[in-house]
């Protein structure tokens, strides 16, 4: 794809959602376990799909189209790339059909500019939607595009970010490997780095990502490299650690990347939980 038809293709998402048939906002029928976990106080879904934090940052939150407020569904936080609403996030990422036939509720936040008081706001909003919907707060998932992935990686690396992360899948996101040097590991977290091969604005930095990550996930660096669909990982890791690549640019948004990393979640058993986990 051209850097032409990429940004155009990027407005076309960021704004209306006429560009041909949309389904991004169809949530789907999900297949409920008979022994699934769940919330102490069920939570009714609200009237509204967008919610606001106290600072009054707009989250979108979709779940699935037969929502049962009793039961603790893991939570997926889609970060938005630069200048992008949550309903542009949803319509580039494609993830709500997906997620939600996989039992997830997945909140869309708006974007605000990266920085420390930013990142505080945003750490917000797990709690926010588990105030409004029955969360497995022991399977709060992350994802999301260019300042998306940034966001997404700051967040499961801060120790004050008030929640845990259970997995991350961050694509085209800005740390490099020297960046992420000066962060601690955290608990050996399974994650999904994707990045464009044609990035020009972050050149390289996905695979420096995963060289990190793959270091403080335990694999051995001795072990054989195995590739499956696109992605490649260390044969020996404590957890799934693994770097997928496109042939893409900074903008692009990876091809089947939102089925591939609900298959990821759900491989390393994000929502199958029995008894009393939510609030």
């Known amino acids: 794809m051209s850097p032409g038809r990429a940004l155009a293709l990027w407005a076309c998402l960021a704004t209306l959602p006429a560009c041909g048939e949309d389904t991004s906002s169809r949530e789907a029928v999900h297949a409920y376990a008979e022994q699934s976990a769940t919330c102490i106080s069920p939570r009714e879904r609200p009237a509204e799909a967008e919610l606001r934090t106290s600072g009054g940052l707009a989250v979108l939150v979709r779940a699935p189209a037969n929502y049962r407020p009793e039961v603790a569904h893991p939570l997926l936080v889609v970060f938005a790339g630069a200048g992008m609403m949550p309903r542009a996030t949803e319509r580039l990422t494609g993830f709500t059909p997906e997620a939600t036939a996989s039992g997830h509720v997945v909140a869309y936040p708006q974007h605000i500019r990266p920085s420390r008081a930013a990142l505080r706001k945003l750490a917000a909003v797990p709690a926010l939607v ?3 919907f029955c969360i497995d707060e022991t399977h709060i998932v992350l994802s999301g595009h260019s300042d998306g992935g940034t966001t997404a990686t700051a967040l499961a690396l801060d120790p004050d970010a008030g929640f845990g992360v259970r997995a991350l899948a961050p694509s085209a996101a800005g740390f490099t490997g020297a960046d992420l040097q000066g962060f601690e590991c955290a ?3 399974p994650v999904r780095v994707m990045h464009g091969a044609r990035d020009t604005l972050f050149p390289g930095w ?5 060289l990190w ?3 403080c996930n335990g694999c051995d660096p001795e072990s054989p490299i195995s590739a499956d669909g696109g992605c ?5 890791c404590a957890v799934p650690t693994a770097y997928c690549e496109v042939d893409g640019g ?3 948004w990876p091809e089947g990347a ?6 990821f979640f759900d491989h390393i ?11």
Not at 232 to 236: L, P, Q, R
Not at 258 to 263: E, H, L, S, W
Not at 269 to 279: A, F, H, I, L, Y
């Open 130 to 132: 588990a105030r409004h």
């Open 187 to 189: 608990a050996p977290t």
């Open 206 to 210: 996905g695979r420096e990502a995963w």
């Open 213 to 215: 990550w793959s270091a």
């Open 232 to 236: 490649i990982t260390h044969a020996a």
């Open 250 to 252: 900074h903008t692009h």
């Open 258 to 263: 939102a089925r591939a990393t609900i298959d």
């Open 269 to 279: 058993g994000v929502g199958q939980t029995s008894g009393e986990n939510g609030g």
